[in-house]
C-alpha cells in the first residue's frame, strides 16, 4: 500500500520537525526548507513561520550536500516559500 503524503501544486510537501521537503526524490531536484525563525500568531495560538530558508537540491545521491545545493533564497512565510519552490521545480522540468 503506498502512502499518501500532503501535497502542494500537485507536489508532496514532508515536514520533519522544522525542515520541509517539497517534491519528490524520485524527480532530479527536490526543494529543502529550514523555518530559521518563528513568532506567536495571537490570533490563532500558535508559532507561525517567520523565515524560511530555501534551497534548490539535486535528488543525485552520489553528491555530497553541499555540491547538491544550487540555488538558495530566503522567504518570510510559509506560502512564499512554496511558490518559490514551486517555481523552481517548473523551470528544473523545462531545463
Do not use: H
Amino acid at each position: 500500500m503506498g502512502e499518501s503524503y500532503f501535497t502542494y501544486k500537485s507536489r508532496p510537501v514532508v515536514r520533519s520537525g522544522k525542515t520541509i521537503y517539497y517534491g519528490s526524490m524520485a524527480q532530479p531536484y527536490v526543494v529543502m526548507m529550514n523555518v530559521t525563525a518563528e513568532a506567536e500568531n495571537a490570533e490563532m495560538k500558535q508559532k507561525q513561520a517567520t523565515e524560511i530558508k530555501c534551497y534548490l537540491m539535486k535528488t543525485d545521491k552520489n553528491l555530497n550536500p553541499m555540491a547538491a545545493i544550487t540555488k538558495t533564497a530566503a522567504r518570510p512565510n510559509l506560502f512564499e516559500a512554496l511558490e518559490l519552490a514551486n517555481a523552481w521545480l517548473k523551470g528544473t522540468e523545462r531545463a
